[in-house]
């Protein structure tokens, strides 16, 4: 079983910064690669960033290119996202996942990819 755990949530106003972190553990962590989604409320969950645990490739997702980095601490099993300049439009809860090796292609952004996610942390930004 893998746990993950998510803190640094909190409000914010537009304009501001924050930085998430997810840190892992459990026997079967794998780490293969991980993500960030996002849930507001009334929508689905959206895909946010994820990254190749032993590569550090990284994607993001076009409404937050530019604003939000994703990195890790390999030797802490940590994950982060640095969110900046921080809209309205981003307050969601966030959850970080994370994804074994499997066969095939990765897609990234596809929420049925990720093995295990975390509860959630909530960022709110006010206008």
């Known amino acids: 079983q893998v746990q993950l755990v998510e803190s640094g949530g909190g409000l914010v106003q537009a304009g501001g910064s924050l930085r998430l972190s997810c840190a892992a553990s459990?026997?079967?962590?794998?780490?293969?690669?991980m993500g960030w989604f996002r849930q507001a409320p009334g929508k689905e969950r959206e895909f946010v960033a994820a990254i190749l645990w032993s590569s550090g490739s990284t994607y993001y997702a076009d409404s937050v290119t530019g604003r939000f980095t994703i990195s890790r601490d390999n030797a802490k099993n940590t994950m982060y996202l640095q969110m900046n300049s921080l809209k309205p439009e981003d307050t969601a809860d966030y959850y970080c996942a994370n994804r074994g090796p499997k066969l095939g292609t990765y897609f990234y952004d596809r929420t049925s990819e990720y093995d295990y996610w975390g509860q959630g942390t909530q960022v709110t930004v006010s206008s």
């Open positions: 459990g026997r079967t962590f794998s780490e293969y690669a």
